[in-house]
């Protein structure tokens, strides 16, 4: 099959989960074609992209900034490009039906680039989330590109996004094929915010479980408990209740380190707060660090943290994928029954649940696998079959190539191709 993803900058920062699953499809044989509208990418490619040759497929179709060049753009494109498919740049400036995206000349920029790359006709159009499905569909309405629109929810285009734009989906939700909200929670939502369910399949973001040796945890007498977080330090990630439950350990007698691995707007308020606790000495906030450089961390951790929380304007988590990768390696997990995260940890089987904010909860079971390391090893083996039996990226790339033979399948039974004139 010919599948173009739809999506930010690649590879975005944090988002090493949108790779694998490209490159997942592509180590099945699939050809692949990326059309990226940003420039914001991470600084160290996982290796997946280098091996998979990912960056040789992927195409910017985002306009310039500035209006004046981006008119000037699309003319020279216009006068390049635009004989080959007149009609699709006759709808792309359509302005009754795409507003903005249409006057902006945003939509004709993306229509003429992808005319002159040549690059069209798919059977699949999947958007990487739900914020880049109305661009898909507008590209596959005004005929520049062909394929059955699916696309992914992930988390805040789910909840932050559709809180502030109750409105958003409705054309997306009736004219695309298939919608995969990566947890059950998130497909419940757009279920209710005017998605069929017939069209919604929850589809797992998934990690390559053999590039993440599994060890069974343990701990000298003489040692720290070896706690860590991985997280953008933005408000949903909860890294706030984190450091006050900390503090709450420490203050216990208990000898615990506590690793900090992101960057985010918060870094200052957390850094004050870090002060104010007085827990300084044992909190360590490494900022970013390469993906490698995080396995490695988890590698010689004891305990991983995730204290999520639902963010005030409503942003939420899908499932963090640090969570499966920490569990394939065998790290018992505290975190928080917050968005999909209870679909992969088992309360008391990989490690334990506590509600949302609860400082409480999380000193006690923190304090509980300090004072408890022989349960360790039988908490990291729950984890990693948990991760092994329905997150490993074989797993879900096989499922997702079915979605797609479904979709596509759908499609071709139900709908002509678009024109291309």
Known sequence: MRIAYVLGGFPGISETFIAQQIAGVAALGHEVDLLATSDATAP???????????????????????????????????????????????????????GKSAASLELAHAALTLIGLGRRRYDVVHAQFGTFGTLALRLVEIGALEGAVVVSFRGYDASQYLRAHPHAY????????LFLPVSRVIAKRIEAAGCDPKKVRVHHSGIDCERFAHRERTRNADEPTRIVSVARLVEKKGIGFALEAIARV???????????????????DLERLVARLDIGADVKMMGRLSHAEVASLLSDAHVLLAPSVTAADGDEEGIPNVLKE????????????????????ED??????????????????????????????????????????????????????????????????????????
């Not at 394939?328 to 917050?338: C, E, I, K, S």
């Open 44 to 98: 160290e490619p996982p290796e997946v992209v280098t091996r998979y040759g990912l960056l040789d497929r992927l195409h910017r179709i985002d306009p310039p900034r500035n209006r004046l060049v981006r008119l000037l753009r699309v003319i020279a494109l216009t006068l390049r490009h635009g004989g080959q498919a007149p009609g699709v740049v006759f709808r792309s400036l359509n302005v009754a039906r795409y």
């Open 170 to 177: 409705e054309r997306l939700f009736a004219g695309g094929r």
């Open 250 to 268: 420490l203050g216990s007698g208990r000898a615990v380190s506590y690793t900090i691995v992101g960057e985010g707007a918060l870094r200052n």
């Open 326 to 345: 920490a569990m394939a390696m065998g790290l018992p997990v505290v975190a928080t029954r917050h968005a999909g995260i209870p679909e992969l940890v």
């Open 348 to 421: 008391g089987v990989s490690g334990f649940l506590v509600p949302e904010r609860d400082v409480e909860a999380l000193a006690d079971r923190l304090t509980r696998l300090v004072d408890h390391p022989e349960t360790w090893p039988a908490l990291g083996r729950g984890g990693r079959a948990r991760v092994l039996a329905e997150f490993d990226i074989r797993t879900q790339s096989r499922a997702l190539e079915t979605l797609y033979r479904e979709a596509s399948g759908a499609r071709e039974a139900t709908a002509p191709a678009a024109s291309a004139t």
